[in-house]
């Protein structure tokens, strides 16, 4: 059943995104080089894999793998970061290319858009990820965790990060916010770690981190850490005014 789930399902998520990469086009530039695009996804998709598989390895599960290192790798058996996926994605952009990494940067976040959606529903269908306990009226029964009402926070995600980011790109691109590249990707990543921040609220803590500092969870850790480094890093090395 692992393995159904995690190869075939979860594999079917990142190879849509792999070929979504390979031929969406930049809303700004007419040009689309498949060749080239098909040399990115491929070395871009290998280290989001690897770096969101080393994020949940040492953030989420850091005293069970230092001592089973050799299961590190094993994907199948389940646990990725989608903040490490995301820092994969853009160092993997910058050591590809360099010279287009807001050109790429902006279409990979636009795959996103499709992919995070993707993967949150393949959670709520598999009854992972749970939400913390709320009524009847808006709650949903997960039989892998308990009887108990909890709130669908793969779905508010999936919701939030897919039509809802859709929404607010393309009215940020009519009211000519979106005018050169970067600007899709600064948008996104501001976007999408508030919505991560505050959905967390709305999540169980992962059983072997719990909460920090009394009310926070590990999500909200990573999402305010990796923020800030990647929206640093990208507006004052990278982005050109």
Known sequence: MLIYNYISFYGLVYFIGFILFIFIKHPLIKKNHILYNLYISVFVSIATIIFARLFYTIFYEGSYYIHNLSEVYMLYKGGMSIHGGIVGCILGLIFIDKKHFFYNADRACLVATICLPLGRIANFLNGEIYGRVTNEVIGFIFLGKDLMYRHAVQLYEGFCVGPLMWILLYTLYKK??????????????????????????????????????????????????????????????????
């Open 176 to 241: 000519n916010k979106i005018k050169k590249e970067g600007d899709i990707a600064i948008y996104f990543i501001y976007l999408y770690f508030i919505m991560r921040f505050f959905l967390e609220f709305f999540r169980e803590p992962d059983k072997s981190v719990g909460f920090i500092f009394t009310y926070f969870t590990m999500g909200q850790l990573l999402s305010l850490g990796v923020f800030l480094i990647i929206y640093i890093f990208l507006k004052y090395r990278f982005y050109k005014a």
